[in-house]
């Protein structure tokens, strides 16, 4: 894969006026801080930038979105760029595409592995633990005025994506940008409180009940859990709450594959997966027209709750079985 250099990516922001930034839908923590740190370094270097969303803020994300964030799409009327970060396909902003597409020129910062160029400039790179480590880079290429509020953006990108610098993803140039970020002044353990320790009474009971049912196949090797809309009625949760819970589910002891399965409306059901030591989750995440990264991947299934539990159940364990020797 060809990437544009940073430099190139940063004069064609350079050169722009207005900016709309697009993260994926149903933001995580590094789509997230690193639209923030992105949309606010270039309104620090004079730009009009603003991060277009077609959904809600996670509630322990919203610390760092402030007013960086709009559904409105007329913000700004014709932008001359329009860089989506953390995403590499129109599918992950599909209600945002045509706006996308209304950018003078498109970039794509990325660095999911199932991630192919689409636009003018492209810079994915599989082997970065976070897409906030790529936008500390092309910031720094570029120079950009970096401050407080940045870092922890940053910081929150890179913290979340990697499980809290658990993750096999990280590495030492992990350890290395986050240095430079607490030369910033950020407050981690503040971050830490906003993203691990706020957890609502609503989304205790929700986690309770999702591990409370959860089931094993393949002899304890793959864990699937799943969210009804019945659970979030009788818990008093959002869909949102179960982030973060599919982690949970791979903690435990055999478990080399673990599903989360959500029941997003009837027909429609979200699906997050992962690996622990060797299963490449991505590959199931594909063959459902999703993608990811090959220990954290996702999809969407038009399916019934029922009836997408037994599809991923079917191609997890053939997955599986791809490893039996």
């Known amino acids: 894969m ?25 933001g995580d923590g590094d789509a997230i801080g690193s639209a923030v740190a992105l949309c606010r370094a270039l309104r620090k270097s004079g730009k009009t930038a603003y991060i277009l969303v077609e959904d809600s803020i996670p509630q322990n994300l919203k610390f760092i979105a402030l007013d960086y964030a709009t559904c409105n799409f007329h913000v700004i009327a014709e932008p001359d760029v329009c860089i989506c970060v953390d995403c590499g396909d129109y599918s992950r902003f599909p209600k945002r595409k045509d706006k996308f597409l209304s950018g003078k020129k498109t970039i794509c910062v990325d660095h999911h592995g199932t991630s192919k160029p689409f636009c003018n400039y492209n ?97 304890g090797k793959l864990a699937i859990g799943f969210v009804s809309q019945d659970m979030l009625k009788e818990t008093g949760a959002k869909l949102e709450d179960a982030e973060g819970v599919v982690s949970q589910i791979r903690s435990i002891n055999g478990v080399e594959i673990a599903v989360l399965v959500k029941e997003k409306e009837e027909l429609v059901c979200r699906v997050s997966l992962r690996g622990k030591k060797y299963a490449d989750v991505s590959k199931i995440a594909e063959s459902f027209h999703g993608g990811g990264h090959k220990k954290a991947a996702g999809c969407t299934v038009e399916m019934s709750l029922s009836d997408a539990i037994k599809a991923i159940e079917e191609k997890a364990l053939e997955s599986l079985s791809e490893y039996a020797n």
């Open 2 to 26: 060809s990437n544009d250099s940073f430099k190139t990516i940063g004069n064609a922001l350079k050169a722009a006026n207005s900016i709309l930034i697009f993260p994926h839908v149903n």
């Open 123 to 219: 810079y994915i790179d599989s082997a970065a633990a976070a897409t906030g480590e790529l936008i500390y880079k092309l910031l720094a290429e570029m120079d950009a005025p970096m401050d407080k509020e940045i870092g922890e953006a940053l910081f929150t990108a890179i913290t979340m994506d990697t499980g809290n610098f658990q993750y096999s993803n990280t590495t030492k140039e992990t350890h290395e940008i986050v240095a430079k970020l607490y030369e910033l002044g950020i407050d981690a353990n503040r971050i830490s409180i906003e993203l691990y320790e706020s957890i609502s009474p609503e989304k205790m009971r929700l986690e309770s009940k999702i591990l409370s049912k959860v089931q094993f196949f393949g002899k």
